[in-house]
């Protein structure tokens, strides 16, 4: 367990649970840094693997990141599983296997895929920044409000892509 001065934290009763989804939030980001790299495998479109490749780097930073957060609070980053983000890639795992054989359904399943990890995240990130904020910690609250803005860029990217290219018919 960690030791804080929590005497002088405002909001000190929120810290275990701030601590708990940051080890929960970093173990979910290096979980998908492997489904990541399936998802730009299997992507048909240019755009949408270079979104992926994209989002890789991003959330190497991401992790990186993370542990400045960790350091900011006076402690060592450390992970856990995180079973949510681990049903949502082997979500994204069967959408792969099921439709490799249909190219023009693949892309976007990954993009419906890959959005409901954005989501996870962005409820995540949002509930951290929250506790940072209330319990003052300035330095964390910044570092995860920018990654917070980084996984709301990718879904709206995916959004436009979705829009663009992989749900779009051009006969309809
Ligand atoms: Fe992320």
């Known amino acids: 367990m960690a030791k804080m001065k ?10 275990e649970l701030f601590v ?26 240019e755009k949408l693997r270079t979104a992926f490749e994209t ?29 949510a983000m681990e049903g949502l890639l ?4 069967e959408l792969i296997e099921e439709f490799q054989d249909s190219p023009e359904v693949l892309d976007a399943a990954l ?13 995540s990130y949002g509930c951290v920044v929250t506790y940072a904020s209330l319990m003052e910690h300035t330095e964390a609250k910044e570092l995860l409000g920018q990654t917070l803005a980084e996984e709301k860029e990718t879904d709206e990217l995916l959004t436009e892509i979705a829009m ?6 051009e006969t309809a």
């Open 6 to 15: 929590e005497g002088n934290m405002p909001n000190a009763h929120l810290h």
């Open 20 to 45: 708990d989804e940051l080890k929960d939030i970093l173990g979910a980001e290096r979980q998908l840094l492997k489904g990541l790299k399936k998802m730009a495998a299997s992507a048909g479109s």
């Open 55 to 83: 989002h890789y780097q991003q959330t190497e930073g991401q992790i990186e990141r993370l542990r400045a957060v960790f350091e900011s609070l006076g402690m060592t980053a450390r992970g856990k599983k995180c079973k």
């Open 90 to 93: 082997a979500e994204a795992d």
């Open 111 to 123: 993009i419906a895929a890959a959005q409901k990890v954005e989501h996870y995240e962005i409820a």
């Open 164 to 169: 663009s290219e992989a749900n779009v018919s």
